[in-house]
């Protein structure tokens, strides 16, 4: 086979990518990227204003997209959105599992209820997702990528979030297992492993300055959306064929300080 040059590795021309939750922040970055890269892209959330706006900005960059209500906690919309991708753009090639929520409480506090409702979305919305998108990319035969965002808080522990640090715990195993299942289907399953990254939701929520560490992180500034996205582009890429079941690390250090 001849080698690829740098620039059509890069390439995602004729490939279909879901992100959930891209109607802001992390998810709204990566959508932004995989459609400059050249992938038609579902942007998926339950907030639609957002979605379409995420819509628009590809679209104005030249780029493909279009949006769809989708709850990432529901089992029926998983199931939902595969379907309206292939629809839509005829494929499903790429799947960023995105959607996620973190609120801080202590461990004494937590209710039933608020446990099962992170970890309805982070984990087994998460897990179901990604199940609907494997089926229909074996169906296929063309291989596939699924990127799950984890988070720091998946290998070191922020007080108040055990219920967020239990489900970004599970996401890593989710990915490695799934990573070793899907392997003979070409199917490649990583994670991204954000620290604090600046995005609206952690604006709005109290946690963000615990989680932000800002003092703590040795490249001493905090994650943009983009830093996140273009690692999402390297995982979604032909730059990293030989690559499953591994988690990328982009925290500007924390993790090691
Ligand atoms: N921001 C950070 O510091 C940080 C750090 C590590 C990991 N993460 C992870 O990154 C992901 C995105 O975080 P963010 O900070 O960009 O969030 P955000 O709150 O800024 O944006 C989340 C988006 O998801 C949508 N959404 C919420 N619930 C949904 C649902 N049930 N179904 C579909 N869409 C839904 C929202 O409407 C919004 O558009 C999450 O999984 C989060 O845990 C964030």
């Known amino acids: 086979m001849q080698k690829q040059t740098i620039p059509e590795l890069f390439n995602l021309k004729g490939k279909t990518a879901i992100v959930t939750g891209s109607g802001m922040g ?16 579902l942007v998926t959330d339950i907030n639609m204003e957002a979605a ?4 628009e900005k590809i679209c104005n960059e030249g780029g493909n997209a279009r ?15 595969v379907r309206e991708a292939v629809d839509a753009f005829g494929r499903l090639d790429i799947l960023v599992n995105n959607a996620g929520k973190y609120f801080m409480k202590s461990a004494l506090s937590v209710t039933e209820e608020m446990w099962d409702d992170l970890m309805d979305i982070n984990l087994k919305g ?40 239990a489900s970004k ?3 890593a195993m989710v990915t490695k297992t799934m990573a070793l299942e899907l392997a003979p289907h070409n199917i490649l399953v990583n994670a991204i492993v954000p620290g ?4 609206p939701g952690a604006q709005r929520n109290p946690a963000s300055k615990a989680i932000g560490g ?3 992180v040795p490249l001493k500034r905090l994650g943009t959306p983009d830093d996140i996205a273009r ?23 924390f993790l090691i300080s």
């Open 26 to 41: 992390i998810g709204e970055g990566i959508a932004l990227r995989l459609g400059e890269a050249g992938a038609d892209v």
């Open 52 to 55: 379409e706006l995420t819509v």
């Open 67 to 81: 949006a769809i209500h989708a709850d990432s906690s529901s089992l029926g919309d998983s199931k939902k959105v």
């Open 126 to 165: 998460l897990f179901f997702n990604s199940q609907a998108a494997a089926q229909e990319m074996i169906k296929a035969g063309n291989g596939g990528r699924i990127i799950n965002i984890a988070s720091k808080d998946a290998f070191h522990p922020t007080a108040k979030m055990a219920p967020y640090d």
């Open 169 to 171: 715990g599970g996401v």
């Open 196 to 199: 604090a990254v600046v995005t």
């Open 214 to 216: 800002e003092p703590r």
């Open 231 to 253: 690692a999402a582009i390297f995982l979604a890429s032909n730059m990293s064929e030989y690559i499953t079941g591994t988690m990328v690390v982009v925290d500007g250090g």
